[in-house]
């Protein structure tokens, strides 16, 4: 994959890059994946020990810090093998650290099957539970170095088509990126096709006015929801709103009209069960989930208005069978624990267990009211 991101670099040459601000900076990664037969789709296998063992974990192969002209230079050659020169865009959310958002990316482009050039855009997040106030403000500083991003992509003659996947707060920093673009453009370009937003971290009435400043022909746009997710309850709780787009009911209004009259499509993924406890990150774990994001969505095939019934067979077929994590990480408001060091691993992972007791108990509040 290729990575465009606004950390700064690390100390530590064997980390890359830190959970610090930093100015827009470019790296080329491989990972190695375990072999399908020994691992489940939706599944992220980190090594318990270094260096990690091929057929069991994920495995960085290789890492290449560029500059954007060798950025340049190698994703053209990305694209040129890539059938309808597509490109996969992937904005990871709150407590990811480098390496979370790498794995998580490398995770879901394998199991989508999407026939893609991924790039990865990572912004800078400390990866801790008690950084949200620093993550959300890093979205901001990030905000204009995606939408050049945007611009860049959506202007290169060697591009067909991009879409776009963001979790959590990593939809905030699309959505203003997109609107930014919006506004200095007219219009966001035709060749930016999808944006899919899993569980957005984002107020709905804020979302409402992002939208609105989006004029122009729009691209498809798809919201993936869940009531029962915790950690947006959380999240509203912290901000003091009525409601996150993530955890909405889409067939309640005025949800439902305004959805309809702005053509945003919603797959309802509420009675899907994961691993995941705290049920914020059913799009990647769900081995159904992310098949159709890369059989529909990154093919060219948009959910229209029969995405309700497609909601409903989908969860008719993947309530309670989907494969579970079954880790500390999936107590966490991100992807995997960091991989790079097993101590801080460990320490992370016990910090979770803790805070999770904590959401959960918040999460349960939040769901009464």
Same mark, same amino acid.
């Not at 997109?178 to 506004?183: E, F, S």
């Not at 930016?192 to 937003?197: G, P, R």
């Not at 746009?221 to 709103?241: E, I, P």
């Not at 108990?361 to 939040?366: I, M, N, P, S, T």
């Given at each position: 994959?290729?990575?465009?991101?606004?950390?700064?670099?690390?100390?530590?040459?064997?980390?890359?890059?830190?959970?610090?601000?930093?100015?827009?900076?470019?790296?080329?990664?491989?990972?190695?994946?375990?072999?399908?037969?020994? %691992?489940?789709?939706?599944?992220?296998?980190?090594?318990?020990?270094?260096?990690?063992?091929?057929?069991?974990?994920?495995?960085?192969?290789?890492?290449?810090?560029?500059?954007?002209?060798?950025?340049?230079?190698?994703?053209?050659?990305?694209?040129?093998?890539?059938?309808?020169?597509?490109?996969?865009?992937?904005?990871?959310?709150?407590?990811?650290? $480098?390496?979370?958002?790498?794995? %998580?990316?490398?995770?879901?482009?394998?199991?989508?099957? &999407?026939?893609?050039?991924?790039?990865?855009?990572?912004?800078?997040?400390?990866?801790?539970? $008690?950084?949200?106030?620093?993550?959300?403000?890093?979205?901001?500083?990030?905000?204009? &170095?995606?939408?050049?991003?945007?611009?860049?992509?959506?202007?290169?003659?060697?591009?067909?088509?991009?879409?776009?996947?963001?979790?959590?707060?990593?939809?905030?920093?699309?959505?203003?990126?997109?609107?930014?673009?919006?506004?200095?453009?007219?219009?966001?370009?035709?060749?930016?096709?999808?944006?899919?937003?899993?569980?957005?971290?984002?107020? @709905?009435?804020?979302?409402?006015?992002?939208?609105?400043?989006?004029?122009?022909?729009?691209?498809?746009?798809?919201?993936?929801?869940?009531?029962?997710?915790?950690?947006?309850?959380?999240?509203?709780?912290?901000?003091?709103?009525?409601? %996150?787009?993530? &955890?909405?009911?889409?067939?309640?209004?005025?949800?439902?009209?305004?959805?309809?009259?702005?053509?945003?499509?919603?797959?309802?993924?509420?009675?899907?069960?994961?691993?995941?406890?705290?049920?914020?990150?059913?799009?990647?774990?769900?081995?159904?989930?992310?098949?159709?994001?890369?059989?529909?969505?990154?093919?060219?095939?948009?959910?229209?208005?029969?995405? @309700?019934?497609?909601?409903?067979?989908?969860?008719?077929?993947?309530?309670?069978?989907?494969?579970?994590?079954?880790? &500390?990480?999936?107590?966490?408001?991100?992807?995997?624990?960091?991989?790079?060091?097993?101590?801080? %691993?460990?320490?992370?992972?016990?910090?979770?267990?803790?805070?999770?007791?904590?959401?959960?108990?918040?999460?349960?509040?939040?769901?009464?009211?």
């Amino acid at each position: 994959m290729l990575v465009a991101t606004t950390r700064a670099a690390d100390q530590d040459r064997g980390i890359l890059f830190s959970g610090e601000r930093g100015t827009p900076s470019f790296a080329e990664i491989t990972v190695s994946m375990p072999p399908d037969s020994a %691992r489940k789709v939706g599944e992220v296998q980190w090594p318990s020990r270094l260096p990690g063992n091929p057929e069991t974990d994920f495995v960085t192969l290789k890492v290449d810090r560029i500059d954007k002209a060798e950025a340049l230079t190698r994703f053209h050659k990305m694209v040129q093998r890539t059938p309808k020169r597509r490109v996969l865009v992937f904005i990871h959310g709150f407590n990811n650290r $480098f390496e979370d958002a790498v794995y %998580r990316f490398a995770q879901i482009a394998h199991d989508s099957r &999407a026939n893609a050039v991924p790039v990865l855009f990572t912004w800078p997040s400390r990866g801790s539970v $008690f950084a949200y106030g620093y993550d959300r403000e890093s979205g901001n500083y990030s905000r204009s &170095a995606l939408e050049n991003l945007f611009q860049g992509l959506a202007r290169d003659p060697s591009v067909g088509e991009v879409s776009i996947l963001a979790h959590s707060m990593g939809n905030w920093v699309t959505l203003e990126a997109l609107r930014q673009m919006a506004i200095r453009n007219g219009r966001i370009p035709a060749k930016i096709a999808n944006v899919m937003l899993a569980a957005p971290d984002v107020d @709905v009435d804020v979302f409402r006015s992002q939208i609105a400043d989006m004029e122009g022909k729009r691209p498809r746009f798809t919201v993936f929801v869940s009531q029962d997710d915790k950690a947006l309850a959380v999240s509203r709780r912290v901000w003091g709103s009525t409601a %996150r787009l993530g &955890a909405i009911d889409p067939d309640a209004e005025p949800y439902r009209t305004q959805l309809a009259a702005a053509n945003i499509a919603v797959l309802n993924l509420s009675k899907l069960r994961t691993g995941d406890k705290l049920n914020h990150g059913k799009f990647a774990e769900s081995p159904e989930v992310v098949q159709l994001i890369g059989s529909r969505l990154i093919e060219g095939q948009p959910i229209t208005d029969s995405h @309700v019934g497609l909601g409903d067979r989908l969860i008719q077929v993947t309530a309670g069978t989907a494969s579970a994590v079954g880790t &500390a990480a999936s107590l966490a408001v991100s992807a995997p624990i960091a991989i790079v060091d097993p101590n801080t %691993r460990r320490n992370l992972a016990d910090n979770t267990e803790e805070l999770g007791r904590s959401l959960r108990d918040a999460g349960d509040a939040a769901t009464a009211e």
